[in-house]
């Protein structure tokens, strides 16, 4: 698969794989099926944080590239938590993946609204944390310890809500981290809805990651700003032009964004062998 180099010297496949969803709405033996194809297809590059899956996913993850360490790109993210509710959850989820699989119906069914108010009903099972140096360094030391690595290569502010208060402390935490070996570049996970809070210092980060899909607001004026950069864009076929196939909005985000590597929740093996294969002739 092609690679790119978001940062110079890390080498990530240009189609990444999104970890959201493990040990959330995905169990472990899906989960583990997609990570495995995900490598068989050549992707290198998997996004992580310390909330996803409840706050189990980066363990998960780390167990399954426990021997192949040196052949992936790891980014994980900080600032939101799994709480102690997620805690509590673990033994319902199971049930909970089977309810929503039913809900979701058969193929044809009209979609249940329910089944969309996912992101809120999982808000109440994190918290947010202060955004500075000593929650950087402690949550880098819990992600290092559940992922089994002494070092990540990418770590990312997790979609702050605000302005970051003291960005020069936060940034001089980032260098320290980089020389003691602990990661190799920062960035800055944003929804683009909320880039107007961190328009100021977004220069200030190596490498910037958003969300973005062919046909939504603004896409031309996104291309034009960022199209020649390095980026990480997640959510590329939410939104954006119905009009446009799957496939149809991954190979405009390709082409339009050549240096960028492009996140997919991939855990239908099918829909992962086919996104990959777009790339044969990249």
């Known amino acids: 698969m092609k690679k790119v180099e978001l940062v110079k010297g890390i080498s990530s496949s240009v189609l990444g794989f999104g970890c959201a969803p493990i040990l959330g709405s995905v169990g472990a033996k899906t ?4 990570l495995d194809c995900a490598l068989d297809c050549g992707i290198t590059h998997f996004d992580l944080a310390r909330s996803y899956g409840y706050g189990e996913a980066e363990r998960f993850v780390g167990k399954v590239i426990k021997n192949k360490r040196s052949e992936v790109v790891l980014a994980s993210k900080f600032g939101i938590t799994a709480n102690w509710k997620a805690q ?8 909970l993946r089977f ?3 039913k809900l979701k119906g058969k193929p044809g069914d009209k979609p249940v609204q329910a089944v969309n108010t996912g992101a809120a009903v999982a808000d109440r099972f994190h918290d947010r944390l202060p955004i500075n ?3 950087m360094r402690s949550s880098l030391e819990k992600s290092l310890k559940a992922l089994g690595t002494d070092y990540l290569d990418y770590f990312f502010v997790h979609e702050p809500l605000e302005t970051i208060a003291d960005i020069d402390e936060l940034a001089a935490t980032a260098q320290l981290l980089k020389k003691e070996g602990k990661i190799r570049a920062w960035g800055l996970a944003f ?9 100021a210092y977004l220069d200030r980060f190596d490498v910037l990651q958003f969300d973005n899909s062919p046909g939504v607001l603004e896409y031309d004026a996104i291309v034009a700003d960022r199209g020649k950069k390095a980026n990480v864009i997640f959510s590329p076929l939410r939104g954006g032009s119905p009009a446009l196939k799957p496939a149809e909005k991954l190979t405009r985000l390709f082409d339009d964004f050549p240096k960028s590597v492009i996140l997919c929740s991939m855990f239908n093996e099918q829909h992962l062998k086919a996104n990959a294969a777009l790339l044969n002739n990249k």
Request: proline content about 7%; overall charge positive.
């Open 88 to 95: 509590a959850l673990k033994p319902a989820k199971p049930i």
């Open 133 to 135: 140096g000593k929650t």
């Open 31 to 34: 989960a583990l099926r997609a």
């Open 191 to 199: 929804m683009r809805s909320q880039q107007h809070l961190h328009q």
């Open 99 to 101: 309810v929503l699989g």
